[in-house]
């Protein structure tokens, strides 16, 4: 039986071993003491601590939907939820996506929408080759000032001039005018999202993904592979020989870990691919009946919150109070425990702090030519045994379900 040694035991690492654990004799090699990479979870206290996000899953892609099903009992180890998401505007909690429900804003910014509709209806703006572009385009004046400009640049952390489209594709579906339209005079609900409905786990949120995946595995955790040489047609990870490697880690961190091929014409790219990372706040916030919030305004640097305390009863430890839910806040970027203090005070629901945790890498931005590059280095790499998937690996802006299948799709052409 050949071998196979995967690096990284984050979604993409774990789906790639169980697909190929019967063919092949696998090693994964994780660096962290235990599963999971960005959907890893803690207990604080006796609540869920979603240490990045507060991840729920739902796909759209078949061949994942009944391999990931294989694997869980939808019934006993999951709930099914519809999101009810909200953005909160100044003084109004307006549901998501905005657009469909402008007609609870003041009639002033009613009418500029409905100006803003007719103008895009018959306008013939040229192609958006940016997001603000993008954004305007689609929404119109009227939102993108609201809504869409404050909220991405808070996310972007720059001018949305300088985010190029090539993250968006296939991503959002994105609604007509008539659609805005009718959606408002009928106050439909969005309901194509993937995550417009999704699963969470009844115990320990996404550490449940990881854990139940990586049970019948060969994982070797607080392994953190610094050397891959290729020598004599096989690949040496400290003393071991393996036939092929799938790596599941950083694109960034190949160029010094590789040894016996060479990466000198992709350094410079890769080094150069532009990134942000997540502080995570885990605290205590007001009861409500939301999913995640979208926290446009400049009063406060973070973005969301996400209620995770209602995604399962299991989340919320007995000491949390009556009227008290868990939650996790999202601020782009490192964050000191000061700033995130103040930023507290100033927000709503009345948060209290419990802790927080900065994951350097967790949004890939990708620049016209990154997917070129990353396909470019496939070819190259393949040629050696060498393969990689993942969201930081081939630098895309997967969601789990999307994970899962390009680590589907690589097993299968393997
Ligand atoms: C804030 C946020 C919220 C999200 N919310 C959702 C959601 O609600 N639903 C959803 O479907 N998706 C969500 N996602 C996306 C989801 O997190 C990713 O698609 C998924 O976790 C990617 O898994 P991965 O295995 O590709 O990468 P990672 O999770 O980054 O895993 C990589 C693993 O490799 C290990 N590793 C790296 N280098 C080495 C090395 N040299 N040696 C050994 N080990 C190494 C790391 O420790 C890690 O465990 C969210 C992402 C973010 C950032």
């Not at 003041?106 to 040229?126: K, N, P, W, Y």
């Not at 880690?249 to 997540?278: E, F, Q, W």
């Not at 973005?303 to 009863?313: K, S």
Request: some cysteine; aromatic content about 14%; proline content about 4%.
């Amino acid at each position: 039986m050949q071998r196979i040694a995967i690096i990284g035991a984050g979604v993409s690492g774990l789906t790639a071993a169980n697909i190929l654990k019967d063919r092949y004799a696998v090693t994964v090699y994780e660096k962290a003491a235990n599963p999971g990479g960005l959907i890893r979870c803690e207990r604080i206290d006796g609540s869920l601590f979603h240490t990045c996000g507060g991840h729920v899953f739902n796909t759209k892609n078949q061949d994942v939907a009944e391999w990931f099903w294989s694997h869980f009992n939808q019934e006993s180890d999951f709930r099914k939820a519809d999101r009810n998401s909200v953005v909160q505007l100044e003084h109004t909690l307006v549901p998501y996506p905005i657009e469909n429900h402008v007609y609870m804003l003041d009639a002033e910014t009613q009418r500029c929408f409905i100006s803003d509709c007719l103008a895009i209806a018959v306008g013939t703006q040229a192609e958006p080759t940016d997001f603000e572009a993008f954004l305007r385009g689609r929404f119109g004046d009227t939102l993108y000032d609201l809504y869409f400009k404050p909220y991405n640049e808070k996310v972007w952390r720059c001018d949305l001039k300088q985010v190029s489209l090539a993250w968006l594709e296939g991503k959002l579906p994105m609604p007509t005018v008539p659609e805005m339209l009718y959606n408002n005079f009928n106050h439909v609900e969005e309901r194509q999202f993937v995550h417009s409905s999704f699963w969470y786990e009844r115990q320990d949120g996404s550490q449940f993904i990881a854990d139940t995946l990586a049970k019948s595995l060969n994982i070797r955790y607080n392994a953190d592979i610094t050397s891959l040489a290729f020598a004599g047609g096989k690949w040496h990870i400290g003393g071991e020989e393996y036939d092929r490697v799938i790596w599941c880690g950083n694109i960034k961190d190949m160029p010094s870990c590789l040894r016996g091929v060479s990466l000198d014409a992709y350094a410079a790219d890769i080094a150069a691919l532009p990134y942000h990372g997540t502080t995570t706040v885990f605290c205590e916030i007001d009861a409500n009946p939301y999913s995640w919030i979208y926290l446009p305004s400049d009063r406060y640097a973070c973005h969301r919150i996400i209620c995770t305390g209602n995604f399962a009863p299991s989340n919320n430890a007995t000491t949390v109070p009556e009227g008290r839910i868990t939650a996790t806040i999202e601020f782009t970027d490192a964050i000191s425990q000061a700033d995130i203090l103040t930023n507290l005070q100033r927000m709503p629901f009345h948060p209290t702090y419990f802790t927080h945790r900065f994951h350097p890498y967790t949004y890939p931005i990708q620049t016209a030519s990154t997917r070129q590059m990353i396909s470019s280095l496939k070819q190259e790499l393949a040629k050696s045994n060498l393969y990689f998937t993942g969201r930081f690996a081939d630098w895309e802006y997967y969601n789990m379900d999307v994970a899962m299948a390009a680590a589907m799709t690589l097993c299968k052409n393997l």
